[in-house]
């Protein structure tokens, strides 16, 4: 049996016509080609090659070996192809949802990341609610879901992704916009644009609201991040929000104040129990997991 290795020094020796040739293509030293070569045809008991004014060309009865040697060489080219393909994510596609607290920021910035890994690569990035996640896994309409609040389902499963803080935010002109940072106290003397108690987010704020017996007094709720940072830019209002969808706020949209008290939460991401994700959605989630680990005011 010849091994791939003999099939390459075989094939080197028939491109380059001589063992000098072979050993400058393949890197190595020509005591090494020549052993080998004299090894192999006396395994094989017949010549592979004669010498012919001053080159190696294959010999007539060997004819048929060299023909199935260019034919394993084209199917390891071939082989090589197509993994460097796959390597590129060529003709590969991956779907997978957000809640919009991370796709606004994180997830773009991990998708320049994945596009410099695999410059070929499809991705389709759907917009989902909390409560459509179980549908989404489900009914395989994507691979993974990424997820501000943990479910409890028996068919999926939901690991830890990164942990984000709740920061208030106001317009640069507002009273409150030079405070290095803000109580609970001071944050309910405010009317409140945004989180509404049943968001994960908003559970966080009504407890702490809560515990120090202040009223939660939200006169205009917007579910979607976007939509709150643009109601607080134009002064409509103040806000609390996390830090992955500030990350990209400069101060002259918006003043990014830290809360004294504690707020921090947990993000995951969920994919279904019976099924394990690509390749590719695994270099996602680690690129997610750097991108918002490293996001302004995380924790550490």
Partial sequence: MLTLRQVEVVRAIMVSGS??????????????????MKHLETSLGIRLFVRRGGRYVPAEEARAVFEQIND???????????IDRLARGKDVGLQFG??????????????????????????????????EAVDYLM??????????YRLD??????EPLATG????????????????SISVAQIARYPLIGID?????????????????FEYNIPIRARFGTTVMSLVERNAGVAVIDTFSVADIGSGRLAVIPIEEETSFQTYFATRRDSS?????????????????SAPDAPD
């Fill in 139 to 148: 009914l395989a309409r994507g691979e993974v879901a990424l997820m501000s």
């Fill in 19 to 36: 063992i000098a040739g072979a050993a400058r293509h393949l890197n190595v030293s020509q005591p090494g080609i020549s052993r080998l």
């Fill in 72 to 82: 394993v060489h084209r199917k390891i080219d071939d082989l090589q192809l197509a």
């Fill in 197 to 213: 108690p049943n968001d994960p987010y908003g559970r966080i704020m009504v407890s702490l609201f809560e515990r120090h017996g």
């Fill in 277 to 293: 994700i690509s390749s590719f959605a695994g270099s996602l989630i680690q690129e997610l997991k750097k991108c918002m680990t």
């Fill in 98 to 131: 957000s809640v919009p607290s991370i796709a606004n920021v994180m997830v773009p910035r991990a998708v320049v990341a994945m596009q410099k890994r695999y410059p070929d690569l499809r991705l389709n990035i759907d917009i989902i609610k909390i409560e």
């Fill in 165 to 180: 803080k709740l920061v208030f935010i106001t317009a640069p002109d507002h009273e409150a916009a030079r405070m290095p």
């Fill in 153 to 158: 389902h028996p068919s999926l499963v939901f």
